[in-house]
Nanobody
C-alpha cells in the first residue's frame, strides 16, 4: 500500500492550498480516508475524514467552515482544500487509511507553512 501526499508549500496567512493524496496498492473505494497534521512541538491530530462513498465527512472544530475533504474513487485520490489558513496551522499534513491492516496506513506527509 502506498499513500503519496502533494500540494504543500508556503502560503501567506489567509491564503489557500489544496492537498492531494494518491493511493495505490489497495481497493481505495472500500476504505474511509482521513487527513491529519502535526505542527512543531505538537501531537499529531485528526483534521478531517471522509466515508468510502464520499457522502459523509467529519472535521476538527478548528477547521470547520474553512477546510473541505473530498475524494475521487475513480482516480484513487483524496483531497484537502484549505482556505483562510492561519500561521498556527503550519504543520506536516498526513494522509491516512485508518482501516488498512492492524495499524492503518500513513503517507510520508507534506509540509504546509503559513507565514508572511
Amino acid at each position: 500500500v502506498q499513500l503519496v501526499e502533494s500540494g504543500g508549500g508556503l502560503v501567506q496567512p489567509g491564503g489557500s492550498l489544496r492537498l492531494s493524496c494518491a493511493a495505490s496498492g489497495f481497493t481505495f473505494r472500500n476504505y474511509l480516508m482521513s487527513w491529519h497534521r502535526q505542527g512543531p512541538g505538537k501531537e499529531r491530530e485528526l483534521v478531517a475524514s471522509i466515508s468510502r462513498d464520499g457522502v459523509s465527512t467529519n472535521y476538527a472544530d478548528s477547521v470547520k467552515g474553512r477546510f473541505t475533504i473530498s475524494r475521487d474513487n475513480a482516480g484513487n485520490t483524496v483531497y484537502l482544500q484549505m482556505n483562510n489558513l492561519k500561521p498556527e496551522e503550519t504543520a506536516v499534513y498526513f494522509c491516512r487509511c485508518p482501516g488498512y491492516g492492524t495499524l492503518g496506513a500513513w503517507g510520508q506527509g507534506t509540509l504546509v507553512t503559513v507565514s508572511s
